[in-house]
Every structure is written in C-alpha cells, then in structure tokens.
DNA sequence: GCAAAATGCTTGCATGTGCAAGCGATTCGC
DNA sequence: GCGAATCGCTTGCACATGCAAGCATTTTGC
C-alpha cells in the first residue's frame, strides 16, 4: 500500500542518502585538492553571501547548525591560515565578525569550482534542464524562510 | 547569467541545506522521545532493509558512510542496551553480523514514526501528490545504482 | 541610574569519529 | 600445501563537536 506518509517518509530518506552520498565524495576531494573541510567551504560561503560579507559567530552557528563553540574552534585555524579574519563592532563590543581575507575568497573560488564539477556529475546527462529546474524551485520551497540561505 | 553549471550547483546546495536543516530537526526529537541518535535509527534501519535481515560490519560502514571502527564503537552501546545482537558466520571466522533484536525493531519502528510525522512536515500542504511523486523519482535516480539503499 | 536578565563568546569536559596499526582468519599464487 | 597478500574487525591516538559553565558586555525593568 503506497499513502501519502510513505511517499514522504521515502522522499526524506531518499533526501537524506542523496546528500550524505554527495558529500561524502566531496570531502575526500576538498581536503585533498584544496585542504579545507567542506565545512570550512560551508563556512566560506556563507559569508560570501551574508550582507556585508561577514557574520558573528552566533549567526554562522545557525546557520550551519552547529554550535557557538564549535564556530569558535572551526575559526580559530582558519585565521591561523590566512583565510578569515575578524572584525570588531563599534557599537557592541561583544560582537566579534568573521570576515574571509582575500586568500579566503580564493580559497572559495576554487573550492566552489569543485562543488560545482561534482553537483554537474549528480544530475547531468541524467535530467532535462526543465526537471532541473522543477527540483531546484521544490528545494527552494522546502529551505524555512529565515533568508540566512545558501543558494 | 543563469546556466546549467549554476542550476546544478546551486540546487545541490540546496540539496545539502535542506538534508541537513531536516537531520538537524530530527537529532533533538530522537534522542529526547526515543533516546537513540539519527545515526542509530539510521543503523536500525539499514539492518530492517538488508536481506536476511543483518549485515557485517564493514557492509554497514559502506552503507552509512562512516568507518569500520565507527560501526564498531556504534554497535557496542547498541549491544549493551539490547537493540542489536552478532551472529557470526559459520563459514568465515572474521565475518560478526549485526542483528536487530525484537527490542531493536520495536525501537526503529517508533523512530520511524517520528521520522515518518516530520517527513510529513517536510512535504505536506506545500505540494501536490503528483510534485511529491515526481519529487521522490527524482531522488531515485540520484542514488547509486548499488542497492544497498534504505529507499 | 542600577541591579538583574540576556547576549556573545570562550573554555573544560565528555563523546563521537577517522586514520593507522595490529590481530586473527581467509584467499591467492605458485 | 605454504607463504604472502587480503579481508574483517578492534584499538590507540588525534581531532572535531555539543553542552554546561564562566566572563565580559549590553539591554531590560523599575
């Protein structure tokens, strides 16, 4: 018998194998090629597209869903490195930035080549663009109207 | 300038952030009502899901794409509480299946509700039956043709 | 204004995980 | 058959992460 619920419970678990799959592969290729987690991608990129491209560490924690200390320990080596770099508030002196360094914003680049590359192999040659884009605007759909999104 | 390249990426983007806002939501209900981690459930119901209901440790850890001493740090705990017992195999000495025991099954088949209901939560009043079919398909053709799949 | 609550960040501790090494069992090459 | 390679599993170590506690700063309630 196929309800409603099962549809959905498959489609979530389907969700949830399809993006553990996807970046299992991509971890083994960033900390080879480019020597960053895909977190510190992660990281990288969500403060490329926050307002002001930086962030406190408490806004990067949700967003990445992950916890304030955990901000602290991933920033710490990174800054260690070159790639971010931290920017105090005038106002609030609690509040202490993130903000990616030039070397930072390359790091990206390339590592987002790379995501790229790999995101072509896990739909193309499979899908017309019209099902792309179908998927794509479904998963719009389901990301919680917050705006502290990726993509 | 929007191009295919940008569509694929950005819809794995999406992919992940959905996969994970959703394992994230997941992570607290589990352990608070059923007292065991996604990754637990998610061992259960590898085991449900495999023939004969039970597989090595190193079938595991490809499945779940976690290490071989992870299953094995994983299953001892699950052992002790009495969700999951070994079998070992009577024509190779190093093969120790895991095994969901009656306590074990009745454990995933909670969870699994609990999965099931915010599954529900992902999908439900936002999409037709006919975009949730089509949505599911989508995700099936993106897992690895392998068959060691939950869904 | 000021004490209390809340906020942002860091640190100590416990847990979970991967990698490499090690051990026992099996298979391969000959 | 037999040694070497492989395989399945476990363990030591290092690292990553969450939670709770602590500190400094800001906001709130009065």
Request: zero cysteines.
């Given at each position: 018998m196929i309800c409603m619920t099962d549809l959905c419970t498959t489609s979530a678990l389907r969700l949830i194998q399809v993006a553990e799959d996807f970046?299992?592969?991509?971890?083994?290729e960033f900390s080879a090629?480019?020597?960053?987690?895909?977190?510190e991608f992660l990281l990288?990129?969500?403060?490329?597209r926050a307002t002001a491209n930086r962030l406190s560490r408490v806004d990067l924690?949700?967003?990445?869903?992950?916890s304030?200390?955990?901000?602290?320990?991933?920033?710490?080596?990174?800054?260690?490195?070159?790639?971010?770099?931290?920017?105090?508030?005038?106002?609030?002196?609690?509040?202490?930035f993130v903000v990616a360094t030039v070397t930072g914003r390359e790091k990206l680049s390339q590592s987002l080549?790379?995501?790229?590359?790999?995101a072509g192999y896990l739909f193309s040659n499979r899908w017309e663009d019209e099902e792309l884009d179908q998927f794509s605007e479904m998963l719009r759909r389901m990301i919680g109207g917050t705006g502290d999104t990726l993509a």
């Open positions: 970046r299992a592969g991509l971890s083994g090629v480019h020597g960053i987690s895909v977190n990288l990129l969500h403060l490329e924690a949700k967003r990445m869903h992950v304030a200390s955990t901000i602290t320990r991933m920033a710490a080596p990174m800054e260690k490195i070159g790639l971010v770099g931290r920017e105090v508030d005038d106002r609030d002196a609690r509040l202490v080549a790379t995501f790229s590359k790999r």
